[in-house]
């Protein structure tokens, strides 16, 4: 049974910082694409940041510059640092992998941006 469980979310000020982790279970986590996802209220999941098994990554232009995806495959654990955040970046924010031709999601970890 595969299982996703983030943590890291919370309330910050704008200008913040945090730090999303994910921890995976029943899956081989280093061959696994992992990923974050945010959707905002009444608005549409969109992707934040992938890190392939390889260890390639990519971010999203909203966050380009702010934040870092990484990953430790010895903790089977993929995080999300986040700087400099802006009331903007308020969402639930997802973690996601892919293996093989499955996809599997974790509960979703609320940010709050606001002063």
């Known amino acids: 049974q595969v299982q996703l469980v983030e943590s890291g979310g919370g309330l910050v000020q704008p200008g913040g910082s945090l730090r999303l982790s994910c921890a995976a279970s029943?899956?081989?986590?280093?061959?696994?694409?992992m990923a974050w996802y945010r959707q905002a209220p009444g608005k549409q999941r969109e992707l934040v940041a992938i890190?392939?098994?390889?260890?390639?990554?990519n971010h999203a232009d909203s966050v380009k510059g702010r934040s870092t995806i990484s990953r430790d495959n010895a903790k089977n654990t993929v995080y999300l640092q986040m700087n400099s955040l802006k009331p903007e970046d308020t969402a639930v924010y997802y973690c996601?992998?892919?293996?093989?031709?499955?996809?599997?999601w974790g509960q979703g970890t609320q940010v709050t941006v606001s002063s």
């Open positions: 996601n992998a892919h293996y093989g031709r499955d996809d599997y």
């Open positions: 890190i392939t098994r390889m260890g390639y990554t």
């Open positions: 029943g899956i081989i986590f280093r061959l696994t694409d």
